[in-house]
């Protein structure tokens, strides 16, 4: 693997270990607002990557790219999954500097904004390591989206035992 493709991958997973320590644990708050900007900060680093060292810089290669990848896993020829990875990639970001700027605002958001975001995130997220992943990224998407599920769960199970 050269260093570009390297640098692609690598960049991705850092990323979603980001994503993912993001929600966990939820008694150090104070520092997932930390690595929730980190994370989009490395995909935005990842999305670069993609671009220069993979599509040269050319919509058109990651649209192609994109529907041969689509076509191989699910017969269907279609790259416009292209367009869900710059919404994603603008979401987070916008969501981050959100956070930075405004977080009262951002804390006291609509759960609707809240779960329609991370809805989405996690279905990319899961299509990016678990569906689309070569072996070790869907083994690693496995295990993030394991201990999501846990945190989620943990933090449920407390805010009952609180009431």
């Known amino acids: 693997m050269d260093t570009g493709m390297f640098l692609t991958r690598a960049t991705a997973m850092v990323a979603f270990v980001l994503y993912v320590l993001a929600f966990v644990p939820r008694f150090k708050r104070p520092w997932s607002r930390v ?12 999305v670069i990557c993609a671009f220069h060292f993979v599509h040269h810089w050319s919509h058109a290669d990651a649209y192609a790219s994109t529907a041969k990848q ?10 416009g ?6 919404v994603f ?47 070790a ?3 690693v998407g496995v295990a993030g989206f394991a201990v999501v599920g846990m945190s ?11 009431s």
Do not use: C, Q
């Not at 929730?36 to 990842?46: D, Q, R």
């Not at 689509?70 to 790259?79: H, K, M, N, P, V």
């Not at 989620?152 to 609180?162: E, G, N, V, Y």
């Open 152 to 162: 989620l769960l943990a933090s449920r199970i407390s805010k009952r035992s609180i």
């Open 137 to 139: 990224t869907r083994w």
């Open 81 to 86: 999954g292209v367009y869900f990875n710059y």
């Open 35 to 46: 690595r929730w900007s980190a994370g989009a900060v490395v995909f935005l680093a990842h």
């Open 70 to 79: 689509t076509y191989e896993l699910a017969g269907l020829d279609w790259g």
């Open 89 to 135: 990639t603008a979401l987070w970001v916008v969501d981050a500097v959100w956070w930075w700027v405004s977080p009262v605002s951002h804390e006291k958001r609509h759960r609707l904004i809240l779960y329609a975001l991370h809805g989405f995130m996690a279905f990319m997220w899961f299509n990016g390591t678990v569906v689309f992943g070569r072996e």
